[in-house]
């Protein structure tokens, strides 16, 4: 969604306060645990090797608190 980290730093602003009008909350992470909202970083090409090593921001700041990235996603949906 986004092509850089200033961009993503932007957005999430964005995004943020989009949510709060829509009375919509991101699940953030405080104090050191893990958020509910998780974010991902899909490179480019994606190679399963080299994409474990990539050096990826344990947690994104955001406007109350951070978001968790991950590595993969489960899907839980139909």
Do not use: C, N, W
Not at 45 to 70: F, H, N, Q, S
């Amino acid at each position: 969604m986004f092509t850089s980290k200033e961009d993503r730093h932007k957005g999430e602003r964005v995004l943020y306060k989009q949510f709060r009008e829509l009375g919509l909350q991101e699940h953030t992470g405080r104090d050191g645990g893990k958020s509910k909202t998780e974010a991902m970083y899909i490179p480019p090409r994606l190679r399963t090797k080299a994409y474990e090593t990539i050096k990826i921001d344990p947690k994104l700041e955001v406007v109350d608190g951070y978001i968790t990235m991950a590595r993969s996603f489960r899907y839980l949906g139909s």
